[in-house]
């Protein structure tokens, strides 16, 4: 089983739609969790860090939910440029703060 | 607003043939680190580095080498490239080992073993 899961997609939706990805990761020491952007053939940008309470960036909002451990993205009212893969990581303490990546969801948001 | 470097961003090899991917950071960043992406895989950790002077190896480090001499720059070996090495090569890096998950990538250096 891998460390950290993710619906591969793709996610296709219309602008203005509200799109939720899920993350499952395996390691119950997990400390620390964010979701990274990755725009085709270019490096990933951090996104977004997901605390235990929630947390909120305009339109997209993160949840953690340790009990189940998954984590969650929701992108409110998509627009085109929204469309990118999204990485989820994990971080488990260690040596370095080991960070751990998910394999991606991709999003195409349509006219 | 140099932040992370790569070069080369291509390469093509032939299988045997060796090549020295550079990293450099100039955001006085403590932790530095090389991935691969592959397609349906994520980024798996080739090797690490915490510091000047200091390596570790990551998950996949076989067939791959690295040496941080100076504290800004971070370089990746191939000793004998083979065709399971085609595959984007990212460098990352990160200011030490807080709770920020932040890295910094470069933009991808193109490895294609023929």
């Known amino acids: 089983r891998k460390e950290v899961e993710q619906d591969p997609g793709p996610f296709n939706v219309p602008e203005g739609a509200t799109v939720a990805f899920n993350c499952t990761y395996s390691?119950?020491?997990?400390?620390?969790f964010f979701w990274y952007r990755q725009d085709c053939r270019k490096e990933p940008k951090l996104l977004m860090s997901?605390?235990?309470s929630g947390n909120e960036d305009g339109r997209f909002t993160a949840q953690l939910n340790r009990a189940s451990q998954y984590i969650s993205l929701l992108i409110r009212d998509s627009k085109l440029s929204d469309s990118a893969t999204y990485l989820c990581v994990v971080t488990v303490s260690g040596g370095y703060n080991k960070l751990i990546f998910g394999a991606g969801t991709r999003l195409a948001v349509h006219p | 607003n140099a932040g992370v470097t790569q070069t080369p961003k291509f390469r093509v090899l032939k299988t045997g043939q060796s090549m020295t991917l550079l990293c450099a950071q100039d955001?006085?960043?403590?932790?530095m680190y090389w991935y691969r992406q592959d397609p349906g895989m994520g980024l798996r950790l080739i090797h690490y580095s915490v510091g000047e002077g200091t390596t570790a190896k990551g998950e996949v480090p076989d067939g791959y080498n690295v040496s941080r001499l100076k504290k800004q720059n971070f370089l990746l070996g191939l000793e004998s490239a083979a065709p399971s090495q085609t595959s984007v090569y990212f460098c990352?890096?990160?200011?030490?080992?807080?709770?920020?998950?932040?890295?910094?990538f470069g933009e991808g250096s193109r490895l294609t073993v023929l």
């Open positions: 955001m006085n960043h403590e932790y």
């Open positions: 990352a890096s990160r200011k030490g080992a807080g709770e920020t998950g932040e890295l910094f």
């Open positions: 997901v605390y235990s």
């Open positions: 390691n119950s020491a997990s400390q620390s």
